[in-house]
């Protein structure tokens, strides 16, 4: 929009602005006051149990109130339940040497974070954590002569509150200042300077980063405010609004349910996540990745195998694919074909079925004991095979499922792309007394190459993204040689012991990956389309 | 399709005939195969998936169809078309509304949020399913149907609004004109005049949302922990899971579960090939 907005009244216009833009920073700013509370509430929850565990060791009374203390004894599991193992607790304040069984039917219900924390205290040592619960509790153990020492704190009172009274403090403060530079003719810096008051509580609850952060988004709104590109942009979005709001709905659901996710996707490349606790890592998971972490090339777990496993399984499928899909096409537009109709209905189903039933379905074909295939073999007078025991017949299996699967989509587009050529050309070949074979290379393959070229690189993109078949019918096995960069990065994040960092790395560079491959794919399209 | 008219047809080589029948013959045969394998395996008795590699079934029997219907495959069902229609609902609200503001406003952004469209699609689903995971969780939306249906109806918003912005833009702009001159505001005219005459559109799009959303497995498995609270999908494959398959089940649920969205199939197929070579790219 190049036409000048209608002068607007300065006083509403540089009070919109600041107020849009407190609204903004002030819902950054509750998130970082809340943060910062949990994290102050964190440390002095954790701080209040390590003091009652080290007061339970020294067979005091915890000055804080607690919910469960008690040092426990190590595990012995019992004769009729070797699986069960049991635990005694002596309780504080206890005479020497008396203890009681911990857990039971009539036991305090506080026992089972004493007999989690023991167990926990048995894996790692003395420790100091807050509960997963979400209560708000810390609990800390430390060693004794006769076993942890645990304590857990009591479940905290109301958290302390927003300071309300310093923000309305501040927000009056703003409009005061706002009106009187925009009274003044100097709204620019008005709506800057009332912003920038709001780095103060910004300092206190997210440091110097935020209230820095917070200072230049203020300038920034200044300068936007005073040169009139705020106003500029109300006037558009005023102008435009019907439509607005007619997309409005659409770009929210995708901007928070994609946009938003792949977002979150990217930064969690660069933080380790390991039993609930994320960390900031850099580019770890991508220097892991990248230099195979140590292993080597023929291992599966190696980022390079499993590429080259990922391409192989791509370039194999698309090759078969275009040559079925092409042949089944070529064959279903002879003229003099009967039951051309009920071919191409038939010939399609594997597309109409849903892809994990399909994968299921080969899946138990290719079943060494029961499986159809062996069957067929056998009955050919040749040995069943163990499909899924070897990295060749099981990466044979996947690629037979995903043919089958996938020629359909092909042969349907090359079917389109037929039915587009001119019959005269034929007619004109044959009159000047071309060759079947000779037709074929000359007209119709050149002619089929613009309208399959899209086809080919939407169908690799499909291939490489491809997870069913490979989740479903290999599973990745044996070892996981079989699995390709969308089902590695699967099993990082859910089968692994959630290394959400690593998997979220991978995704990236899958992304990046597509990415080339489909501008590089589009430059090759529109090339030939040009040519 | 029927034959094209074709003046003067040379009759061809009887080496081409046969060549060519027994191209396609072998093809039809490789795609029946299974299918026939599951049909097979849904009316014979066992649970394993196949003895033989005949594809006749040597005893006939309703055992399976009759064990779905004691087992709780109805409350399953329920739940994939209660997931399913509140897809479509979403979906096509959220994708009619876009589209008619693409195809019949000009304003400053709009070829942005055409290619934005475009490019999403991009994203292969098996990569969103981590952040989707942590954000659902951070939602307490995991292990719910309604996170699945707002995730479903997302993956599905592209092609629609490819598919419906055609639609609108081959509707008359003088009727809408003359609407606006009668005095009628942009939401009366929207859902008076233009949904009514995109009536066939809006069907293509449904049923496509629909087929989406009834044949999402993988982040149906990875979000719904609850047993109970399965989709056709994730109860398939766990009936021929590692330790207790049963085949004849999987068949017979297999069957139900494909040939309503098999018909759908053939229906839309001839707008699925335009919608998706147009340039959409579908992960």
Known sequence: MTTTPPPRPPLRSALRDAGIAAVVLLLILFTAFVRHRNGEHASRERRRAIEAAQAVARGDTPVHATSAIGVVRPALSSKDHPYLARRKVIDPGARAGRERALGGPDAPAADKLLYDAAARYDREGPFVAMLADGSGRAVAAVTTARGPAIAVTAPPGTPEGLPWLMLVGLVGLGAAIVSAGAVSGRGGIGVGVALAALAVPAWMWGGAMLAGATGLAAAGVGVAHARGATDRFAAAIAANRVALSFLAPAAIAMAVLVLVPFAVGLVIGFYDHHHGQWTFVGLDNFAKILSGDGRAFDDPLNFWFILGVTVLWTGANVLFHVVIGTTLALALRQPWLRLRGLFRVLLIVPWAIPNYITALIWKGMFQGEYGAVNSLLEGVGLDGVSWFSSWGTAFAANVATNTWLGFPFMMVVALGALESIPRDLYEAAEVDGASAWQRLTQITLPHLRPALAPAVILGSIWTFNMFNVIYLVSGGKPGGSTDILVTDAYRWAFERGERYGMAAALGTIIFLILLLWTVFGTRVTRKEEAA | ?283
């Open chain 2, 1 to 283: 399709m029927s034959a094209p008219a074709h003046g003067r047809t040379r009759r061809p080589s009887a080496v081409a005939m046969i060549a060519v029948y027994a191209a396609l013959a072998v093809a039809t045969a490789a795609v029946l195969y299974p299918v026939l394998l599951v049909v097979k395996k849904a009316f014979e008795p066992g649970r394993q998936f196949a003895l033989s590699a005949s594809p006749v079934p040597e005893d006939v029997t309703l055992e399976h169809f009759d064990g779905l219907l004691g087992a709780s495959f109805a409350q399953h069902a329920l739940a994939s078309i209660a997931v399913a229609l509140a897809t479509t609902v979403v979906g096509i609200f959220l994708a009619c509304t876009a589209a008619y503001a693409l195809s019949r406003f000009r304003f400053p952004g709009r070829r942005t949020a055409l290619t934005t469209f475009l490019v999403v699609q991009m994203f292969p689903a098996s990569l969103l399913i981590l952040p989707l995971y942590v954000l659902l969780d951070q939602l307490h939306l995991l292990n719910s149907l309604t996170g699945l249906v707002l995730v479903y109806s997302t993956t599905a918003i592209p092609f629609c609004v490819w598919t419906l912005k055609g639609y609108f833009d081959s509707l008359p702009r003088e009727l809408l004109e003359a609407a606006r001159v009668d005095g009628a505001g942009p939401a009366r005219i929207f859902f008076t005049i233009v949904l009514p005459l995109a009536r066939p559109g809006i069907a293509v799009t449904a049923l496509f949302s629909f087929m989406t959303a009834w044949n999402e497995f993988i982040m149906a498995s990875t979000f719904l922990t609850d047993e109970g609270k399965y989709t056709l999908p994730v109860l398939l494959q766990s009936s021929v899971g590692q330790f207790s398959a049963d085949w004849g089940r999987f068949a017979a649920g297999a069957i139900v579960t494909s040939v309503p969205v098999m018909a759908l199939f053939y229906v839309l197929q001839k707008y699925l090939v335009g919608g998706l070579t147009a340039g959409a790219v579908k992960g």
